[in-house]
Protein backbone atom coordinates (compact mmCIF):
# COMPACT_ATOMS: atom_id res chain seq x y z
CA UNK A 1 0.00 0.00 0.00
CA UNK A 2 2.93 2.06 0.72
CA UNK A 3 4.37 1.31 -2.61
CA UNK A 4 1.20 2.25 -4.21
CA UNK A 5 1.35 5.49 -2.17
CA UNK A 6 4.69 6.58 -3.02
CA UNK A 7 3.96 5.09 -7.01
CA UNK A 8 1.35 8.12 -6.86
CA UNK A 9 3.34 10.45 -5.53
CA UNK A 10 6.70 9.96 -7.98
CA UNK A 11 3.84 10.06 -10.51
CA UNK A 12 2.90 13.17 -9.79
CA UNK A 13 6.62 14.71 -8.93
CA UNK A 14 7.58 13.42 -12.22
CA UNK A 15 4.95 16.19 -13.54
CA UNK A 16 6.42 18.45 -11.38
CA UNK A 17 9.93 18.35 -11.66
CA UNK A 18 11.55 18.91 -14.84
CA UNK A 19 13.27 15.32 -16.37
CA UNK A 20 16.69 15.04 -15.65
CA UNK A 21 16.19 16.32 -12.08
CA UNK A 22 13.38 13.53 -11.30
CA UNK A 23 15.20 10.96 -12.85
CA UNK A 24 18.61 11.72 -11.12
CA UNK A 25 17.19 12.72 -7.42
CA UNK A 26 13.47 11.81 -7.19
CA UNK A 27 13.40 8.18 -8.81
CA UNK A 28 15.99 7.02 -6.28
CA UNK A 29 14.12 7.24 -3.39
CA UNK A 30 11.88 5.03 -1.93
CA UNK A 31 9.22 5.32 1.04
CA UNK A 32 10.02 3.37 3.79
CA UNK A 33 7.50 3.88 5.97
CA UNK A 34 5.13 6.37 7.06
CA UNK A 35 2.32 7.18 10.38
CA UNK A 36 0.28 9.47 10.67
CA UNK A 37 2.85 12.51 11.29
CA UNK A 38 5.69 11.46 9.54
CA UNK A 39 7.43 9.63 6.21
CA UNK A 40 10.67 7.99 6.02
CA UNK A 41 11.78 8.70 2.51
CA UNK A 42 14.90 6.16 1.68
CA UNK A 43 17.73 7.51 -0.20
CA UNK A 44 21.02 6.69 -1.72
CA UNK A 45 23.35 8.45 0.16
CA UNK A 46 24.86 11.68 1.66
CA UNK A 47 24.45 14.03 -1.45
CA UNK A 48 21.02 12.56 -1.78
CA UNK A 49 20.17 14.18 1.90
CA UNK A 50 21.66 17.74 1.36
CA UNK A 51 20.18 18.13 -2.21
CA UNK A 52 16.54 16.97 -1.72
CA UNK A 53 16.88 19.18 1.34
CA UNK A 54 18.20 21.88 -1.10
CA UNK A 55 16.14 21.73 -3.42
CA UNK A 56 13.14 19.65 -3.55
CA UNK A 57 12.04 19.52 0.04
CA UNK A 58 8.97 21.57 -0.67
CA UNK A 59 7.68 20.31 -3.49
CA UNK A 60 7.93 16.44 -1.51
CA UNK A 61 6.24 18.14 0.96
CA UNK A 62 3.70 19.65 -0.96
CA UNK A 63 2.47 16.04 -2.95
CA UNK A 64 2.47 14.36 0.02
CA UNK A 65 0.36 16.71 1.62
CA UNK A 66 -2.04 16.41 -1.19
CA UNK A 67 -1.68 12.92 -1.78
CA UNK A 68 -2.58 11.40 2.32
CA UNK A 69 -4.76 14.33 3.13
CA UNK A 70 -2.42 15.81 5.97
CA UNK A 71 0.88 17.62 5.85
CA UNK A 72 3.37 14.83 7.13
CA UNK A 73 6.97 15.91 8.05
CA UNK A 74 9.78 14.22 6.36
CA UNK A 75 12.68 12.32 6.70
CA UNK A 76 15.29 11.24 4.35
CA UNK A 77 17.05 7.98 5.20
CA UNK A 78 20.31 7.00 4.20
CA UNK A 79 19.98 3.32 2.91
CA UNK A 80 22.79 1.13 2.99
CA UNK A 81 21.34 -0.76 0.44
CA UNK A 82 17.04 -1.08 -0.59
CA UNK A 83 16.85 -4.11 0.92
CA UNK A 84 18.28 -3.53 4.33
CA UNK A 85 16.47 -0.17 4.94
CA UNK A 86 13.47 -1.08 4.14
CA UNK A 87 13.51 -3.33 7.43
CA UNK A 88 13.84 0.24 9.08
CA UNK A 89 10.81 0.64 11.58
CA UNK A 90 9.37 3.67 12.14
CA UNK A 91 12.24 6.37 12.73
CA UNK A 92 11.22 7.18 16.48
CA UNK A 93 11.97 3.37 17.32
CA UNK A 94 15.30 3.51 16.07
CA UNK A 95 17.93 3.05 19.05
CA UNK A 96 19.68 6.49 19.27
CA UNK A 97 23.08 6.98 20.38
CA UNK A 98 23.64 10.51 19.13
CA UNK A 99 21.68 12.62 17.52
CA UNK A 100 23.21 16.08 16.35
CA UNK A 101 21.63 18.82 15.28
CA UNK A 102 23.12 20.72 12.35
CA UNK A 103 22.58 23.94 10.57
CA UNK A 104 19.33 23.90 7.93
CA UNK A 105 20.31 23.43 4.05
CA UNK A 106 18.43 25.91 2.22
CA UNK A 107 18.61 28.41 -0.28
CA UNK A 108 15.86 30.98 -0.73
CA UNK A 109 13.34 28.73 1.34
CA UNK A 110 13.10 27.66 5.00
CA UNK A 111 14.28 24.05 4.76
CA UNK A 112 15.00 22.85 8.28
CA UNK A 113 17.93 20.60 9.99
CA UNK A 114 19.42 17.59 9.66
CA UNK A 115 19.62 14.94 12.34
CA UNK A 116 22.68 12.29 12.66
CA UNK A 117 21.66 8.82 13.91
CA UNK A 118 23.66 5.90 14.88
CA UNK A 119 21.17 3.11 14.44
CA UNK A 120 21.85 -0.31 15.97
CA UNK A 121 22.60 -2.63 13.80
CA UNK A 122 22.15 -0.09 10.96
CA UNK A 123 25.50 1.11 10.33
CA UNK A 124 24.23 4.22 9.70
CA UNK A 125 20.73 5.99 9.13
CA UNK A 126 21.09 9.78 8.64
CA UNK A 127 17.92 11.75 8.95
CA UNK A 128 16.70 14.95 7.27
CA UNK A 129 13.96 16.58 9.03
CA UNK A 130 11.37 18.49 7.09
CA UNK A 131 11.27 20.87 9.75
CA UNK A 132 10.08 24.30 10.28
CA UNK A 133 11.04 25.12 13.33
CA UNK A 134 13.77 27.64 14.29
CA UNK A 135 14.53 26.52 17.76
CA UNK A 136 15.95 23.94 16.04
CA UNK A 137 17.87 26.11 13.45
CA UNK A 138 19.06 27.77 16.55
CA UNK A 139 20.30 25.02 18.67
CA UNK A 140 21.97 24.46 15.27
CA UNK A 141 24.43 27.10 15.47
CA UNK A 142 26.23 25.34 18.81
CA UNK A 143 26.43 21.96 17.16
CA UNK A 144 29.43 19.93 16.95
CA UNK A 145 30.61 19.76 13.55
CA UNK A 146 30.13 16.09 12.13
CA UNK A 147 32.67 14.73 9.71
CA UNK A 148 29.78 14.06 7.15
CA UNK A 149 28.01 17.40 7.88
CA UNK A 150 31.10 19.39 6.90
CA UNK A 151 30.38 17.39 3.20
CA UNK A 152 26.59 17.46 2.89
CA UNK A 153 25.90 20.62 4.53
CA UNK A 154 28.47 23.71 3.80
CA UNK A 155 26.63 26.11 5.04
CA UNK A 156 27.61 25.54 8.76
CA UNK A 157 29.90 28.85 8.42
CA UNK A 158 27.05 30.75 7.26
CA UNK A 159 25.26 30.55 10.51
CA UNK A 160 28.08 31.87 12.80
CA UNK A 161 29.16 34.69 9.84
CA UNK A 162 25.41 35.79 9.46
CA UNK A 163 25.39 36.17 13.49
CA UNK A 164 27.55 39.05 14.09
CA UNK A 165 25.72 41.31 11.11
CA UNK A 166 22.83 43.58 11.55
CA UNK A 167 20.77 41.46 8.93
CA UNK A 168 17.22 40.94 9.50
CA UNK A 169 15.40 38.02 8.27
CA UNK A 170 11.96 36.56 8.09
CA UNK A 171 10.72 35.07 10.82
CA UNK A 172 8.11 32.91 9.50
CA UNK A 173 9.05 29.53 7.27
CA UNK A 174 6.48 28.83 4.38
CA UNK A 175 5.36 26.14 6.82
CA UNK A 176 5.06 27.65 10.12
CA UNK A 177 2.16 29.81 9.46
CA UNK A 178 -0.67 27.77 9.14
CA UNK A 179 0.25 25.81 12.50
CA UNK A 180 -0.15 27.52 15.98
CA UNK A 181 1.23 24.94 17.77
CA UNK A 182 4.81 25.50 15.42
CA UNK A 183 4.58 29.05 15.77
CA UNK A 184 3.97 29.16 19.57
CA UNK A 185 7.42 27.52 19.92
CA UNK A 186 9.44 29.37 16.68
CA UNK A 187 8.42 32.96 17.19
CA UNK A 188 7.66 34.06 20.54
CA UNK A 189 8.16 37.43 19.02
CA UNK A 190 11.44 38.29 19.99
CA UNK A 191 12.44 41.99 20.19
CA UNK A 192 13.75 43.56 16.72
CA UNK A 193 16.68 44.08 18.21
CA UNK A 194 17.06 40.72 18.60
CA UNK A 195 16.23 39.29 15.41
CA UNK A 196 19.11 38.77 14.23
CA UNK A 197 20.02 35.95 16.20
CA UNK A 198 18.02 33.59 14.24
CA UNK A 199 19.21 35.18 10.61
CA UNK A 200 19.53 32.81 7.91
CA UNK A 201 18.77 32.84 4.42
CA UNK A 202 22.18 35.15 3.17
CA UNK A 203 24.29 31.73 1.85
CA UNK A 204 27.92 33.37 1.95
CA UNK A 205 28.72 31.13 -1.12
CA UNK A 206 26.75 33.26 -3.40
CA UNK A 207 29.06 36.30 -4.05
CA UNK A 208 29.85 38.54 -6.72
CA UNK A 209 33.52 36.23 -6.63
CA UNK A 210 31.66 33.40 -7.24
CA UNK A 211 29.49 33.99 -10.03
CA UNK A 212 30.36 33.43 -13.54
CA UNK A 213 29.66 36.67 -16.26
CA UNK A 214 28.98 36.06 -19.70
CA UNK A 215 26.66 37.66 -22.15
CA UNK A 216 23.86 36.21 -21.09
CA UNK A 217 23.90 37.83 -17.67
CA UNK A 218 26.27 40.67 -17.79
CA UNK A 219 23.55 43.39 -17.70
CA UNK A 220 21.99 42.05 -14.44
CA UNK A 221 25.47 41.24 -13.01
CA UNK A 222 26.60 44.87 -13.59
CA UNK A 223 23.16 46.21 -12.25
CA UNK A 224 23.58 44.11 -9.25
CA UNK A 225 27.64 45.61 -9.36
CA UNK A 226 26.30 49.22 -9.34
CA UNK A 227 23.37 48.27 -6.83
CA UNK A 228 25.99 46.77 -4.20
CA UNK A 229 28.09 49.83 -4.73
CA UNK A 230 25.76 52.84 -4.33
CA UNK A 231 22.67 51.61 -3.26
CA UNK A 232 19.30 53.66 -4.31
CA UNK A 233 21.07 55.72 -6.66
CA UNK A 234 20.79 54.48 -9.79
CA UNK A 235 18.58 51.57 -10.09
CA UNK A 236 15.94 51.39 -7.95
CA UNK A 237 13.98 49.16 -7.46
CA UNK A 238 16.12 46.76 -9.78
CA UNK A 239 14.04 44.21 -11.05
CA UNK A 240 16.03 40.68 -12.07
CA UNK A 241 14.21 37.77 -14.34
CA UNK A 242 14.87 34.72 -15.86
CA UNK A 243 14.47 31.17 -16.10
CA UNK A 244 14.72 28.96 -13.07
CA UNK A 245 18.34 28.16 -12.11
CA UNK A 246 19.79 30.90 -13.70
CA UNK A 247 21.40 32.58 -10.96
CA UNK A 248 19.01 35.22 -9.83
CA UNK A 249 18.97 34.04 -6.21
CA UNK A 250 22.72 34.19 -6.43
CA UNK A 251 22.78 37.72 -7.63
CA UNK A 252 20.67 38.71 -4.80
CA UNK A 253 22.52 37.07 -2.25
CA UNK A 254 25.74 38.56 -3.63
CA UNK A 255 24.56 42.20 -3.36
CA UNK A 256 23.63 41.19 0.47
CA UNK A 257 26.62 39.26 1.03
CA UNK A 258 29.00 42.44 -0.35
CA UNK A 259 26.91 45.03 1.69
CA UNK A 260 27.05 43.10 4.69
CA UNK A 261 30.84 42.84 4.45
CA UNK A 262 31.35 46.38 3.59
CA UNK A 263 28.52 48.17 5.81
CA UNK A 264 27.66 45.21 8.30
CA UNK A 265 25.46 48.23 10.18
CA UNK A 266 23.47 47.87 6.69
CA UNK A 267 20.14 45.94 7.57
CA UNK A 268 19.27 43.88 4.95
CA UNK A 269 16.18 41.76 4.83
CA UNK A 270 16.31 38.73 2.08
CA UNK A 271 13.18 36.47 1.45
CA UNK A 272 10.72 34.92 -0.72
CA UNK A 273 7.92 36.79 -1.85
CA UNK A 274 6.54 33.44 -0.12
CA UNK A 275 8.01 34.08 2.75
CA UNK A 276 6.57 37.76 3.10
CA UNK A 277 3.24 36.77 2.61
CA UNK A 278 3.19 33.89 5.32
CA UNK A 279 4.40 36.45 7.58
CA UNK A 280 2.03 38.93 6.89
CA UNK A 281 -1.02 36.10 6.91
CA UNK A 282 0.82 35.16 10.55
CA UNK A 283 0.72 38.76 11.57
CA UNK A 284 -2.59 39.50 10.47
CA UNK A 285 -4.17 36.66 12.45
CA UNK A 286 -2.09 37.29 15.35
CA UNK A 287 -2.78 40.69 15.17
CA UNK A 288 0.84 41.93 15.30
CA UNK A 289 0.52 43.83 11.78
CA UNK A 290 2.27 47.13 13.39
CA UNK A 291 5.24 44.86 14.29
CA UNK A 292 5.34 43.75 10.68
CA UNK A 293 5.38 46.88 9.19
CA UNK A 294 8.29 48.37 11.52
CA UNK A 295 10.18 45.33 10.29
CA UNK A 296 9.44 45.22 6.93
CA UNK A 297 9.51 49.28 6.42
CA UNK A 298 12.77 50.04 8.58
CA UNK A 299 15.28 48.34 6.53
CA UNK A 300 17.89 49.65 3.89
CA UNK A 301 17.72 46.99 1.68
CA UNK A 302 14.79 44.99 0.92
CA UNK A 303 16.19 41.49 -1.63
CA UNK A 304 12.60 39.74 -2.38
CA UNK A 305 13.20 36.99 -4.46
CA UNK A 306 10.23 35.08 -6.88
CA UNK A 307 8.27 38.51 -6.50
CA UNK A 308 6.01 36.47 -9.30
CA UNK A 309 4.48 34.69 -6.36
CA UNK A 310 1.77 36.69 -5.32
CA UNK A 311 0.39 37.40 -8.83
CA UNK A 312 -3.56 37.13 -7.62
CA UNK A 313 -3.01 37.80 -4.15
CA UNK A 314 -4.22 41.21 -3.55
CA UNK A 315 -3.79 41.77 0.06
CA UNK A 316 -0.40 40.61 -0.25
CA UNK A 317 0.09 42.89 -3.28
CA UNK A 318 -1.13 46.08 -0.94
CA UNK A 319 0.48 45.18 1.61
CA UNK A 320 3.77 44.85 -0.61
CA UNK A 321 2.89 47.96 -2.35
CA UNK A 322 3.04 50.21 0.99
CA UNK A 323 5.95 48.63 1.74
CA UNK A 324 7.57 49.94 -1.42
CA UNK A 325 6.23 53.30 -1.18
CA UNK A 326 7.61 53.42 2.13
CA UNK A 327 11.37 52.24 1.10
CA UNK A 328 11.37 54.31 -1.82
CA UNK A 329 10.09 57.50 -0.79
CA UNK A 330 13.04 57.00 2.32
CA UNK A 331 15.64 56.10 -0.32
CA UNK A 332 16.01 52.92 0.33
CA UNK A 333 17.29 49.81 -1.80
CA UNK A 334 14.52 46.92 -3.28
CA UNK A 335 15.79 44.34 -5.81
CA UNK A 336 13.39 41.89 -6.67
CA UNK A 337 13.98 38.57 -8.78
CA UNK A 338 10.80 37.19 -11.10
CA UNK A 339 10.84 34.60 -13.65
CA UNK A 340 9.31 36.45 -16.35
CA UNK A 341 9.43 40.82 -16.69
CA UNK A 342 6.90 43.04 -14.81
CA UNK A 343 4.48 43.08 -17.62
CA UNK A 344 4.30 39.37 -17.53
CA UNK A 345 3.15 38.33 -14.01
CA UNK A 346 -0.29 37.80 -14.19
CA UNK A 347 -2.91 39.84 -12.80
CA UNK A 348 -1.13 41.89 -10.63
CA UNK A 349 -2.10 45.58 -9.47
CA UNK A 350 -1.40 48.47 -12.14
CA UNK A 351 0.34 50.48 -9.22
CA UNK A 352 2.61 47.77 -8.00
CA UNK A 353 3.99 46.77 -11.85
CA UNK A 354 4.82 50.02 -12.84
CA UNK A 355 6.41 50.24 -9.99
CA UNK A 356 8.62 47.28 -10.63
CA UNK A 357 9.46 49.08 -14.05
CA UNK A 358 10.69 52.52 -12.95
CA UNK A 359 14.04 51.37 -11.90
CA UNK A 360 15.99 48.57 -14.29
CA UNK A 361 14.86 45.76 -15.28
CA UNK A 362 17.90 43.29 -16.47
CA UNK A 363 17.27 39.79 -17.80
CA UNK A 364 19.46 36.44 -17.13
CA UNK A 365 19.58 34.11 -19.96
CA UNK A 366 20.38 30.52 -20.01
CA UNK A 367 24.43 30.41 -20.20
CA UNK A 368 26.46 29.25 -23.83
CA UNK A 369 28.80 26.27 -23.83
CA UNK A 370 31.86 28.43 -22.98
CA UNK A 371 30.17 29.60 -19.82
CA UNK A 372 28.87 27.04 -18.63
CA UNK A 373 32.33 25.37 -18.57
CA UNK A 374 33.52 27.80 -16.67
CA UNK A 375 30.73 27.90 -13.92
CA UNK A 376 31.01 23.92 -13.83
CA UNK A 377 34.91 24.50 -13.60
CA UNK A 378 34.33 27.24 -10.63
CA UNK A 379 31.76 25.40 -8.33
CA UNK A 380 34.86 22.32 -8.86
CA UNK A 381 37.23 24.29 -7.83
CA UNK A 382 35.29 26.00 -5.02
CA UNK A 383 34.63 22.22 -3.55
CA UNK A 384 38.19 20.81 -4.04
CA UNK A 385 36.74 18.83 -6.65
CA UNK A 386 39.63 17.88 -8.87
CA UNK A 387 37.43 17.92 -12.68
CA UNK A 388 39.13 17.14 -15.86
CA UNK A 389 38.53 19.56 -18.53
CA UNK A 390 36.79 16.84 -20.99
CA UNK A 391 34.47 15.67 -17.93
CA UNK A 392 33.44 19.43 -17.54
CA UNK A 393 32.74 19.67 -21.46
CA UNK A 394 30.85 16.25 -21.50
CA UNK A 395 28.63 17.85 -18.55
CA UNK A 396 28.37 21.07 -20.03
CA UNK A 397 27.55 19.66 -23.76
CA UNK A 398 24.09 17.36 -22.45
CA UNK A 399 22.81 19.86 -20.02
CA UNK A 400 21.90 23.51 -21.27
CA UNK A 401 19.07 25.07 -19.54
CA UNK A 402 19.61 25.36 -16.09
CA UNK A 403 22.55 25.91 -13.78
CA UNK A 404 21.11 23.79 -10.69
CA UNK A 405 21.15 20.96 -12.92
CA UNK A 406 24.78 21.50 -13.76
CA UNK A 407 25.63 21.61 -10.53
CA UNK A 408 23.72 18.39 -9.45
CA UNK A 409 25.86 16.58 -12.04
CA UNK A 410 29.01 17.24 -10.64
CA UNK A 411 27.40 16.47 -6.83
CA UNK A 412 26.48 13.12 -8.67
CA UNK A 413 29.88 12.54 -10.07
CA UNK A 414 31.47 13.90 -6.74
CA UNK A 415 29.10 11.55 -5.11
CA UNK A 416 30.55 8.56 -6.65
CA UNK A 417 34.04 9.07 -7.28
CA UNK A 418 34.04 9.46 -3.42
CA UNK A 419 32.29 6.16 -2.40
CA UNK A 420 33.92 4.13 -5.17
CA UNK A 421 37.35 5.61 -4.19
CA UNK A 422 37.96 6.46 -7.92
CA UNK A 423 39.50 9.62 -9.49
CA UNK A 424 36.90 11.87 -11.81
CA UNK A 425 37.56 10.53 -15.44
CA UNK A 426 35.28 10.58 -18.19
CA UNK A 427 34.40 7.25 -18.35
CA UNK A 428 33.42 7.14 -14.86
CA UNK A 429 31.45 10.32 -15.54
CA UNK A 430 29.89 8.43 -18.69
CA UNK A 431 28.82 5.93 -16.40
CA UNK A 432 27.27 8.03 -13.00
CA UNK A 433 25.35 10.19 -15.70
CA UNK A 434 23.86 7.33 -17.94
CA UNK A 435 20.29 7.09 -16.71
CA UNK A 436 20.41 11.06 -17.10
CA UNK A 437 21.55 11.46 -20.54
CA UNK A 438 19.97 7.95 -21.89
CA UNK A 439 18.04 9.92 -24.95
CA UNK A 440 17.40 6.67 -26.37
CA UNK A 441 14.07 7.28 -27.80
CA UNK A 442 11.53 4.98 -26.74
CA UNK A 443 10.78 1.91 -28.53
CA UNK A 444 7.25 2.32 -29.91
CA UNK A 445 5.24 -0.66 -30.85
CA UNK A 446 1.51 -1.25 -31.70
CA UNK A 447 1.21 -3.08 -28.25
CA UNK A 448 2.37 0.34 -26.30
CA UNK A 449 -0.35 2.21 -28.89
CA UNK A 450 -2.68 -0.05 -28.13
CA UNK A 451 -2.17 0.33 -24.10
CA UNK A 452 -2.24 3.86 -24.28
CA UNK A 453 -5.29 4.05 -26.09
CA UNK A 454 -6.78 1.81 -23.72
CA UNK A 455 -5.88 3.26 -20.97
CA UNK A 456 -6.79 6.98 -22.17
CA UNK A 457 -10.69 5.60 -22.90
CA UNK A 458 -10.61 3.46 -20.24
CA UNK A 459 -11.64 0.35 -22.41
CA UNK A 460 -10.39 -3.26 -21.90
CA UNK A 461 -6.89 -3.97 -23.78
CA UNK A 462 -8.03 -7.17 -24.96
CA UNK A 463 -11.46 -5.92 -26.74
CA UNK A 464 -9.00 -3.45 -28.80
CA UNK A 465 -7.39 -6.54 -30.49
CA UNK A 466 -10.93 -8.19 -31.12
CA UNK A 467 -13.27 -7.68 -33.98
CA UNK A 468 -16.08 -6.39 -31.92
CA UNK A 469 -17.84 -3.92 -33.37
CA UNK A 470 -19.62 -2.17 -30.27
CA UNK A 471 -19.50 1.61 -30.75
CA UNK A 472 -17.59 2.20 -27.22
CA UNK A 473 -14.75 0.78 -29.50
CA UNK A 474 -14.94 1.95 -33.08
CA UNK A 475 -13.10 4.81 -32.30
CA UNK A 476 -10.71 4.47 -29.57
CA UNK A 477 -9.80 0.88 -31.76
CA UNK A 478 -10.11 3.37 -34.89
CA UNK A 479 -7.04 6.05 -33.10
CA UNK A 480 -5.43 3.30 -32.20
CA UNK A 481 -4.62 1.98 -36.17
CA UNK A 482 -3.97 5.20 -36.67
CA UNK A 483 -1.45 5.95 -34.51
CA UNK A 484 0.30 2.58 -35.18
CA UNK A 485 0.59 3.87 -38.67
CA UNK A 486 2.20 7.08 -38.12
CA UNK A 487 4.16 6.41 -35.01
CA UNK A 488 5.76 3.03 -36.28
CA UNK A 489 7.35 1.14 -39.62
CA UNK A 490 4.78 -1.59 -39.67
CA UNK A 491 2.60 -2.20 -42.85
CA UNK A 492 -1.21 -1.75 -42.93
CA UNK A 493 -1.08 -5.93 -42.90
CA UNK A 494 0.79 -6.07 -40.10
CA UNK A 495 -0.76 -3.54 -38.11
CA UNK A 496 -4.30 -4.65 -38.72
CA UNK A 497 -3.04 -7.82 -37.11
CA UNK A 498 -2.59 -6.95 -34.13
CA UNK A 499 -6.01 -5.90 -33.97
CA UNK A 500 -7.12 -8.99 -34.93
CA UNK A 501 -7.98 -8.47 -38.20
CA UNK A 502 -7.22 -9.92 -41.71
CA UNK A 503 -8.01 -7.08 -44.33
CA UNK A 504 -5.30 -4.04 -44.77
CA UNK A 505 -8.33 -1.45 -45.67
CA UNK A 506 -9.24 -1.81 -41.92
CA UNK A 507 -6.52 0.28 -41.30
CA UNK A 508 -6.74 2.22 -44.02
CA UNK A 509 -10.47 3.17 -43.37
CA UNK A 510 -9.88 3.86 -39.86
CA UNK A 511 -6.43 6.21 -40.65
CA UNK A 512 -9.02 8.12 -43.05
CA UNK A 513 -11.86 8.22 -40.70
CA UNK A 514 -9.93 9.90 -37.71
CA UNK A 515 -8.17 12.21 -40.22
CA UNK A 516 -11.56 13.55 -41.23
CA UNK A 517 -12.75 13.33 -37.69
CA UNK A 518 -9.93 15.34 -36.44
CA UNK A 519 -10.43 18.11 -39.32
CA UNK A 520 -13.99 19.04 -37.86
CA UNK A 521 -13.67 18.48 -34.13
CA UNK A 522 -10.94 20.20 -31.97
CA UNK A 523 -11.45 18.55 -28.93
CA UNK A 524 -10.48 15.13 -30.63
CA UNK A 525 -7.03 16.84 -32.38
CA UNK A 526 -6.31 17.47 -28.68
CA UNK A 527 -7.29 14.20 -27.52
CA UNK A 528 -5.13 13.08 -30.15
CA UNK A 529 -2.44 15.07 -29.72
CA UNK A 530 -2.43 14.23 -26.17
CA UNK A 531 -1.83 10.47 -26.37
CA UNK A 532 0.82 10.68 -29.02
CA UNK A 533 2.57 12.84 -26.08
CA UNK A 534 2.04 9.87 -24.26
CA UNK A 535 3.24 7.32 -26.21
CA UNK A 536 6.30 8.82 -27.57
CA UNK A 537 7.02 10.09 -23.64
N1 LIG B 1 26.63 32.79 -13.35
C1 LIG B 1 26.76 31.89 -12.38
N2 LIG B 1 27.95 31.58 -11.88
C2 LIG B 1 28.09 30.64 -10.92
N3 LIG B 1 27.08 29.96 -10.39
C3 LIG B 1 25.85 30.24 -10.84
C4 LIG B 1 25.62 31.21 -11.84
N4 LIG B 1 24.30 31.26 -12.09
C5 LIG B 1 23.73 30.38 -11.27
N5 LIG B 1 24.65 29.76 -10.52
C6 LIG B 1 24.40 28.70 -9.53
O1 LIG B 1 23.27 27.96 -9.95
C7 LIG B 1 22.49 27.61 -8.84
C8 LIG B 1 21.08 28.09 -9.07
O2 LIG B 1 21.09 29.50 -9.05
P1 LIG B 1 19.94 30.37 -8.36
O3 LIG B 1 19.35 29.64 -7.20
O4 LIG B 1 20.51 31.70 -8.10
O5 LIG B 1 18.91 30.38 -9.54
P2 LIG B 1 17.53 31.14 -9.63
O6 LIG B 1 17.54 31.84 -10.94
O7 LIG B 1 17.28 31.97 -8.43
O8 LIG B 1 16.54 29.92 -9.69
P3 LIG B 1 15.00 29.84 -9.23
O9 LIG B 1 14.22 30.60 -10.24
O10 LIG B 1 14.72 28.38 -9.30
O11 LIG B 1 14.89 30.41 -7.87
C9 LIG B 1 23.12 28.24 -7.63
O12 LIG B 1 23.86 27.29 -6.94
C10 LIG B 1 24.05 29.29 -8.19
O13 LIG B 1 25.20 29.46 -7.41
Not at 43 to 67: A, M, Q, R, S
Not at 118 to 127: F, M, P
Not at 275 to 294: C, G, H, P, Y
Not at 422 to 431: D, N, P, S, V, Y
Amino acid sequence: MQTTMWGEVLAKLEKRINRPSFNTWIRPTQMLSMNQKKVNIGVPDDVFVYWLGEHYVNVIVDTLTETLGFQPEIFFVVMENAVHAAAVPETENIPRKRTTMVTPSQTHREVGALEIEDAGSLSKVRVAAQPDRLTKTTNSMEAPAQPWAERIAPRRDFISRVQGHDILASLSSDRSFPRSDTTKNTNPDPPLSQQHQVLRELNPAYTFDSYVVGDSNRLAHDAALSVAAQMAANYNPLFIYGGVGLGKTHLLHAIGNHLSNLAPKTKILYLSAEQFMNEMVLSIREDRMARFREKYRNIDLLLVDDIQFIARKERTQEEFFHTFNTLYQARKQIILTSDCPPKKIPTIAEQLRSRFEWGLIADIQAPDLEMRIEILKKKAASQQIVLPDDVAAYIAKKIHSTIRELEGCLAKIRAYSTFAQQQITLELAQKVLYDLFDTTPRKITVELVQQVVANHYQVDLSSMKSSTRSRKLALPRQIAMYLARELTNLSLSDIVRYFGGRDHTTVMYACRKVEQAQANDKTLREKIIHIRALIIA
